[in-house]
């Protein structure tokens, strides 16, 4: 896939689940985008794209710093914890 990112399952740090499909290039600045769905029903769509810098930075929340997007398994349910 790439890299830095690896095709699974991540929890976002407020908590909900997503499956990473893909990576991809933006065509006009070529900036890695990761590709991944929802895991849960979302009236706003399920197929989501966000730049990797993003997917992979670190957010600071109440004075605790984690990933905003932590890697827990692979599509088969394998946890790498």
């Known amino acids: 896939m790439n890299d830095l990112i690896i095709g ?3 929890q976002h740090y407020k908590g909900k689940n997503y499956i990473v499909r893909d990576v991809a290039r933006h065509s006009e600045t070529l900036e890695w985008m990761v590709i991944y769905e929802c895991l849960y029903e979302n009236p ?8 990797m810098g993003m997917f992979l930075e670190t957010i600071t929340l109440d004075g605790i710093t984690k990933p905003r997007f932590k890697y827990i398994g692979d599509q088969k349910g394998k946890s790498r914890l």
């Open 8 to 10: 699974g399952i991540y």
């Open 44 to 51: 706003e769509g399920k197929l989501w794209v966000r730049p």
